[in-house]
């Protein structure tokens, strides 16, 4: 099993930039496919990226409305999960999860569905 937690969430003006991290506890992150998503209250859940594990070349996927604007990474070295987020908008607004699989065959990357563990979140507020 292993225990995510999500930082790096804050306040940003509108087009400004944010880093998130997800920490894994418990387990090394290079064999878990890793994907992001954000919900505001009343709302689903949406997919934002994805990145899969390093044996499978840590391919990424991103929803059309991050594409260009953030960019997932991962550091083995230190066992995280980064969410670069540039060119912040004020509907870029939400709390932000991680969530890990060790499935390598997901059809669905961006569907909370395929993912088996999740981070408490991380809030991000982009002021217009």
């Known amino acids: 099993q292993v225990q995510l937690v999500e930082s790096g969430g804050g306040l940003v003006q509108y087009g400004g930039s944010l880093r998130l991290s997800c920490a894994a506890g418990g387990s090394t992150f290079d064999y878990y496919a890793i994907g992001w998503f954000r919900q505001a209250p009343g709302k689903e859940r949406e997919g934002v990226s994805y990145?899969?594990?390093?044996?499978?070349?840590?391919?990424?996927y991103y929803a059309d409305y991050v594409k260009g604007r953030f960019t997932v990474s991962r550091d083995s070295a230190k066992n995280l999960v980064y969410l670069q987020m540039n060119s912040l908008k004020p509907e870029d607004t939400d709390v932000y999860y991680c969530?890990?699989?060790?499935?390598?065959?997901?059809?669905?990357?961006?569907?909370?569905?395929?993912?088996?563990?999740w981070g408490q979140g991380t809030q991000v507020t982009v002021s217009s």
């Open positions: 969530a890990a699989t060790q499935n390598s065959d997901l059809v669905t990357p961006l569907a909370d569905y395929e993912y088996d563990y």
């Open positions: 990145i899969s594990s390093l044996d499978d070349d840590a391919r990424t």
